[in-house]
Nanobody
Framework: QVQLVESGGGLVQAGGSLRLSCAASGRTFSSYATGWFRQAPGKEREFVTA????????YYANSVKGRFTISRDNAKNTVYLQMNSLKPEDTAVYYC????????????????WGQGIQVTVSS
């Protein structure tokens, strides 16, 4: 069993930066792929980025490529999402997800989810 808790969200102006953290409980987290998804009001949950268990492979949605960076520190059971050059269209609730399968862009492939954290980018 893995429990995930996101932190670091908030309100930022367009062009600014935020770093989200996803802290996990559970001894096996270091063997889990982790993804970040987001959901804006009235929209479906969408893939943002994912990382494999070791951090050697990362994947990004085209909309965030070059602006967002995912990383992990398995010694701290934490995955990070550094978000730079934020845009108003990045406004959403961001969710961390984990699974012991390879990284996927599909939410249904992840068994464990955090509660979500709000990110608001003002213009």
């Amino acid at each position: 069993q893995v429990q995930l808790v996101e932190s670091g969200g908030g309100l930022v102006q367009a062009g600014g930066s935020l770093r989200l953290s996803c802290a996990a409980s559970g001894r096996t987290f270091s063997s889990y792929a982790t993804g970040w998804f987001r959901q804006a009001p009235g929209k479906e949950r969408e893939f943002v980025t994912a990382i494999n268990w070791s951090g050697s492979s990362t994947y990004y949605a085209n909309s965030v490529k070059g602006r967002f960076t995912i990383s992990r520190d398995n010694a701290k059971n934490t995955v990070y999402l550094q978000m730079n050059s934020l845009k108003p269209e990045d406004t959403a609730v961001y969710y961390c997800a984990a699974d012991d399968s390879p990284p996927s862009t599909q939410p249904s492939r992840y068994d464990y989810w955090g509660q979500g954290i709000q990110v608001t980018v003002s213009s």
